[in-house]
């Protein structure tokens, strides 16, 4: 099966480009077109920009692991009691039956459904021992978040519960986001909100009380690791100044990797009792079950491609501009003229492509590529682009210096560095 999610545009954009630009800024961080055909002094060329694929919901893409793997419940059947009345102990949770199993699946099914779906784990039978859940979701792709990720509970949220990420396919893991009715007493960890984040900090780990805590099951289901209110930081509250949010990302590899993920870790670590002793007569309330979990976000592809496909089960970035790989992150084999890079979101609105040459720049080639695309982008991009850009880049890149050298110095102990790249779009 081959799905294509996003807008193959290879448009002929010609004398509407002018018109387009009209629309500026709103127009601005598409990012959606990789060539198009221009008129220039030698007839119709190609003019190249950056590109990257629409965002979409990713939780389509994934493979989820379960650790332990036998902890769905179920099998063998066992009753649970009912949230609203923890009196009322014969809800059954059974495998084998269709309509009374709570398989991973249904994390990831339509939602709107009545009655609601949800995975469920075995009940805290073995307490005092911790009843303990990782669930992995792989994407064995390189993706890079551009919405909040929205996790909604069917029981109570959990009292200790921590967001992992890893940015190599899962060799390697790095917390996002602690969650706990009480951080000082779970993690040892000062309780903060996202509001407590600002641009030199956003890297920063925080533990937070604001999803745990108020257990009114009812209305407080979701936990959230919030990414448009980080997006804010540099973008402003409604994400209006999103150039300022593109030049950060473009300078500052800290902030792309904060933002790109191969796996993502939930780890259940407490479920929620609803009350400071636990109920050691009747175990069966405390178990945890989600109904959904939201990952919005795009492929990575280094801005060298607008569509990623899945394909025998797996992503990945339909390359442009000479470039290869599952994240064009390289050139192909007969275009290493020179380095590969990836695209740049600079300047705004159309970015740069940083297309591959060709090998030998031989007779035959056309002339000087690089020199053509910028020759076309001063041709086809008005002003008003051409100089926003230089005060963008140098107003952010004195910021990505400041934050780059906070998020590596020694007293920021929870500052976030990670190897691999790169950007995200808000569109
Ligand atoms: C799950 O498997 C582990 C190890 O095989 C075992 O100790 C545990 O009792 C099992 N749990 C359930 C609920 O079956
Ligand atoms: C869950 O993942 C963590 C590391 O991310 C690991 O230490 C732990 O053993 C895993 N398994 C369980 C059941 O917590
Ligand atoms: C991940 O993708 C690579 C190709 O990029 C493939 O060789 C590998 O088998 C995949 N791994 C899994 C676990 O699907
Ligand atoms: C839970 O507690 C209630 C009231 O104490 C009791 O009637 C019920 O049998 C208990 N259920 C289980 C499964 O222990
Ligand atoms: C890349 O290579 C193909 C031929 O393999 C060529 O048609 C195309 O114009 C080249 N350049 C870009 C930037 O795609
Ligand atoms: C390509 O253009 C650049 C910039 O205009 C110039 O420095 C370079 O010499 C040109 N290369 C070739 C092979 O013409």
Redesign the pocket.
């Known amino acids: 099966m081959r799905f294509q999610f996003a807008l193959t545009l290879q448009a002929i954009w010609t004398g509407m480009c002018n018109a387009a630009m009209q629309h500026y800024p709103a127009a601005w961080g598409h990012y959606d077109v990789c060539k198009s055909q221009v008129y220039s002094d030698e007839g119709l060329t190609w003019d190249y920009m950056a590109c990257q694929p629409e965002a979409a919901d990713m939780t389509q893409f994934l493979k989820v692991t379960l650790d332990p793997p036998n902890i769905t419940c179920g099998d063998p059947p066992e ?1 649970y ?1 009912a949230l609203e009345n923890p ?1 009322m ?1 014969n809800n059954e949770c059974d495998a084998s039956t269709e309509e009374l199993a709570h398989p991973p699946q249904l994390m990831f099914d339509i939602e709107g459904r009545n009655p609601t779906t949800f995975w469920q784990s075995t009940t805290w039978k073995k307490y005092p021992k911790a009843l303990l859940v990782n669930i992995t979701l792989s994407w064995n792709k390189t993706i890079e978040l551009t919405d909040d990720i929205v996790i909604t509970f069917e029981s109570g949220r959990p009292e200790q519960m921590v967001l992992e990420k890893s940015l190599d396919y899962g060799r390697t893991w790095q917390p996002y986001q602690f969650y706990a009715t009480d951080c000082l007493d779970a993690f040892t960890m000062e309780p903060k909100t996202v509001q407590d984040l600002s641009q030199h900090t956003l890297l920063d780990i925080i533990c937070t009380e604001d999803y745990s805590r108020g257990y009114v099951w009812k209305y407080d289901k979701t936990v959230r690791f919030e990414i448009k209110d980080r997006f804010a930081l540099f973008a402003g509250p409604r994400l209006h100044n999103m150039a300022s949010l593109y030049g950060q990302l473009d300078t500052t590899k800290n902030l792309r990797d904060f933002f790109t993920i191969t796996d993502l870790r939930i780890r259940l670590l407490r479920p929620a009792t609803g009350a400071t002793m636990v109920d050691e ?2 175990l ?1 309330r405390y178990f945890y079950a989600i109904s959904d979990i939201k990952v919005q976000g795009r492929c990575k592809c280094n801005l060298h491609a607008n569509s990623c496909v899945f394909d025998k089960e797996k992503l990945s970035c339909e390359c442009e501009h000479n470039t290869t790989g599952p994240d064009c992150g390289r050139c192909k084999r007969s275009y290493q003229g020179r380095a590969w890079s990836a695209g740049s979101y600079l300047p705004i609105p159309k970015g740069t492509a940083n297309i591959c040459v060709p090998n030998n720049i031989g007779p035959v080639i056309r002339p000087n590529v690089s020199s053509l695309g910028v020759a076309n982008r001063k041709e086809v991009a008005p002003q008003v682009a051409l100089s926003t850009a230089p005060s963008v880049h140098a107003a952010n890149s004195k910021r990505g210096r400041s934050s780059g050298s906070r998020a590596s110095s020694p007293d920021d102990t929870a500052a976030f560095l990670l190897p691999t790249p790169r950007h995200v779009c808000f569109c």
Do not use: F, L, P
Request: hydrophobic fraction near 0%; proline fraction near 0%.
């Open positions: 009753t009691c009196y102990c007569s009747n069966s």
